[in-house]
C-alpha cells in the first residue's frame, strides 16, 4: 500500500498532507458476488514527524473512508526539513515514508 506525502511551506506555516492507499474496509460490507462479510481492514495509528519530533498523532477507525487523505499545518519547519510518516492498521500492516518539505 502507498503512501504519497507533500509539503509545502508558506510563511511560518507548513501543511503536510499525507494520502494512504488503504481498502479501509468496515466490516460490514458485503462482497456483492458471494453475499459474505469483507473483513475489517482499516488504519488505526498514524504518525507524523518531522525532524524526527512527533507533530501528529491520528487515531483512524471504520468511519474513514477509502483511501484517506490526512492534513496537518506545522508552524516552525522550514523547507529541506525531513518528514517521516508511520502508520498500523487493524491486521498488524505497517507503512509510511519519507518526503522533505519544499
Given at each position: 500500500?502507498?503512501?504519497?506525502?507533500?509539503?509545502r511551506a508558506k510563511g511560518d506555516v507548513t501543511e503536510?498532507?499525507?494520502l494512504v492507499q488503504h481498502p479501509m474496509e468496515t466490516g460490514q460490507r458485503k462482497d456483492k458476488k458471494t453475499a459474505k462479510l469483507i473483513p475489517a481492514h482499516f488504519i488505526q495509528?498514524?504518525?507524523?514527524?518531522?525532524?524526527?519530533k512527533s507533530v501528529a498523532d491520528v487515531?483512524?477507525?471504520?468511519?474513514v473512508s477509502k483511501n484517506p487523505l490526512v492534513g496537518v499545518q506545522v508552524k516552525g519547519a522550514k523547507s529541506g526539513d525531513k518528514i517521516k510518516v508511520t502508520w498500523k492498521d487493524n491486521k498488524g500492516?505497517?507503512?509510511g515514508g519519507d518526503s522533505a518539505i519544499k
Open positions: 500500500m502507498a503512501t504519497k506525502i507533500k509539503a503536510i498532507l499525507v495509528t498514524m504518525n507524523i514527524a518531522v525532524n524526527g487515531s483512524m477507525g471504520t468511519g500492516e505497517t507503512g
